[in-house]
């Protein structure tokens, strides 16, 4: 198929960006939405011209690090999945498709389509883990969780920290994130023990580091490209009340 | 199909819902009424880095653990031996061994960045980022990666035969040369530069994989997952060789383009008896 490609070219941090118009001519449906851009990378080092920047590592959905704007949904149009996990099927002969970075105050662009998550991780190192004396075995059936209780954590477990709950949300906040983080934990036994400090923590870096308050519009929860719940915001605030 | 007769189909979703449903997004096709296109594929290197009890490469200090080593997985790795591999040296050795190390460097003081070994490592660092940019070829690093993908999979699969080990040898070699002179990484070293990346990447895969060809052409026998098509039973199962190759072969780099010296461990069991593992 022949597609007209509308993308966000920005050399750094700093610099202006500007949208850029790059025309495929021959894009098989059966491609992902990351090797059409592979292709296009391709075209543009032959002609000597900088390819575009984007990021990505698994491409089977489970690194989180392939997140962009395509036509105005963080990780495309397709609910429920990555952008790596994107098939050119869902799109037309003839389309034109807008791709941009995260835009986010918390998530400053480094070039073109890569921004800098490390806010998230900075989140995560402030509380999203659980202390414990590492080299002997503990005895595996000591502490007992719940069947529902271990689901639901299991749930909230499979955030891949991709950014685009953040994205998706007019206040840029970063609650489903933190959320599904504090919920692995605080379902299970072993996350109880610190969950006051890490539920304190964890919320006082994430206001610190500029992201927005949470409004309840829901985009986050619709935008997920792994279906965290909304509940989970709910539970994060229930925990957050409960720590002081 | 058979499963979903027998089980019916709420059991599968139960068991497999998740992995259905991305299936079918990514594919457009329906695993409950058509059946699904499986292939196998290369997943995961076998081996790494030596390591030795400690987890410590042959270069002090450094420490390589779970899945970049080669100690834990045997002849294949099977699934989930990467998180068994990545659990059980975090968690149960390294706690124990790094600290045999840190105890001696804490009197280490702050290293300059004016100490010679820097300033070499620097160096060398930085002339091998300038070579790879000043080729000035056509090509971008990822034509190459997938050409040599090609070639692996052609003649380097799970299955594989002295020929095709021999054939792939030489187009790798063919390759590595194209790729030191047809390169083309637009852009500098002083941005964020995604094909200098992956060009450092590709330049090393060209020469990793030439070391595991010679490894397979070394070991001339069937065994976990090199399946060598000159070694097999009569009704084609894999025929290990555990007289000549009960070992771990581990290949020393002795230089720029001269060839690997091997290392053998040999593998002793006194608790357990080696035996070959049945599928029937
Ligand atoms: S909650 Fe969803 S959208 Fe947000 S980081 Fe996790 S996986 Fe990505
Ligand atoms: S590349 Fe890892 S989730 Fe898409």
Redesign the pocket.
Known sequence: MKLVLKIWRQKNADAKGTFATYRMDDVSPEMSFLEMLDSLNKKLVEENKDPVAFDHDCREGIC?SC?MFINGH?HGPVPAITTCHLSMRYFRDGDTIWIEPWRAKPFPVIKDLIVDRSA?DKIQSAGGFISINTGAAPEANSILAKKKNADDAFDSS?????????A?CKNAS?M??V??KISQFALLPQGRIEAKERVREMVEKMDELGFGSCSNSGA?EA??????KLTNIARLNREYYKAF | MDAINKQGKKAIENKYGNLFEMYKTITGIDPYEEPMRIYPAGHYTMGGLWVDYELMTTIPGLYAIGESNFSDHGANRLGASSLMQAAGDGYFVLPNTISNFLANDIRTPRIQTSSPEFVEAEKSSTERLNKLLSIKGRQNASSFHKRLGKIMWDYVGMTRNEAGLNKALGMIRELQKEFWKDLNIPGTAGELNMELEKAGRVADYLELTQLLIADALDRKESCGAHFREEFKTDDGEALRNDKDYAYVAAWEFAGEGKPHILHKEELKFEEVEMKVRSYK
Do not use: D, H, N, W
């Open positions: 989180g997140g963080p998230f499979i955030c891949i920290g991709c950014g685009a709950c953040v998706a970063a489903l994130f959320s599904a986050c935008e997920c490209p792994k279906q965290i």
